[in-house]
């Protein structure tokens, strides 16, 4: 709302074209809904205004502010259940503290690559508050599903399609989700007794794995891809030594006493 005042004279005219900005003593702006007011400003060129021309002013602004809601709402009844997709969207994500430095990677790599690849703008507090900022909802899709993948967690009792990182005499290493390994300790390979890890998986090989375990403190995790497969008809397994390796055995017949 603008003001021309001289004296005691005065009006106040709908602010719409700006000109009562330059000539006029005030600049009220008055934001609200069909129900009320939701936010107030004003500048003023004069030393103070009236109770007189505050009221007049927010009666001409409650008709006005009705007038254009009922306009915008000939048009558009409601709001769009969902964003259109050319739209800028904008999305945030709480991070685990400890997916922080995973997510910004060494010098900022990690979150430069991300912001590189999916056109987005990415910004992280140090609570770990991760804003999204996207010029269209396939970029900012983009750009959360990489977040997505760096702050996931293994879960127990999930199987994942994992990735053999490196064998060693005890086991394996499997990749599960990016930048997660777990271990596949030989004890879980099979059902049956394996001497050598190297036997049955090699670097690179996709395998079947589930999530058995994860250390409290330490966080690692433990995997088995004999927990995926049936068990041999007639085969008992002793009970897990210290160092896990449960080895399979088959059923003997027990010997007759005469």
């Given amino acids: 709302m603008g003001l021309v005042s001289d004296g005691d004279k005065f009006v106040v005219l709908s602010d719409i074209a700006g000109q009562e900005d330059h000539y006029g ?16 400003q004003m500048d003023i060129k004069i030393g103070g205004i009236t109770t007189e ?9 409650k008709a006005g502010r009705l007038h254009l809601l009922d ?18 969207q904008m999305a945030s994500v709480q991070l685990p503290k ?3 430095r995973d997510v ?8 430069r690559n991300i912001i590189e690849v999916s056109g987005c703008e990415v910004n992280i507090d140090d609570d770990g508050l991760c804003q999204v900022a996207g ?30 990182a490196k064998v060693v005499e005890f086991g394996a290493f499997v990749t599960i989700l990016p930048g997660l390994d777990g271990l596949l300790h030989v004890s879980e390979l099979a059902h049956h007794r394996v001497k050598d890890p190297a036997d049955e998986l090699s670097e690179g090989q996709e ?22 497969i049936p068990k041999p008809e007639g085969m ?7 160092g896990g390796d449960e080895r399979p055995r088959e059923r003997r017949p027990r010997p007759r006493r005469s």
């Fill in 25 to 40: 003593d005030m600049d009220f702006k008055v934001a609200g809904t069909e129900k009320g007011i939701t936010a107030l």
């Fill in 53 to 61: 021309i505050l009221t007049k002013a927010l009666d001409q602004a």
């Fill in 71 to 88: 306009l915008m709402g000939q048009v558009l009844a409601a709001p769009r259940a969902e964003f259109a997709s050319n739209a800028p």
């Fill in 98 to 100: 400890e997916k922080i």
């Fill in 104 to 111: 910004i990677g060494k010098g900022g790599a990690t979150i």
């Fill in 135 to 164: 010029p269209t909802q396939e970029k900012l899709a983009v750009a959360m599903k990489m977040i997505a993948d760096l702050t996931q967690t293994a879960e127990v009792g999930k199987t994942y399609l994992g990735k053999v």
């Fill in 207 to 228: 395998v079947m794995v589930k999530c058995i375990g994860i250390d409290e403190k330490s966080g690692k995790i433990k995997l088995s891809r004999k927990a995926l």
């Fill in 236 to 242: 008992e397994e002793e009970p897990a030594s210290e």
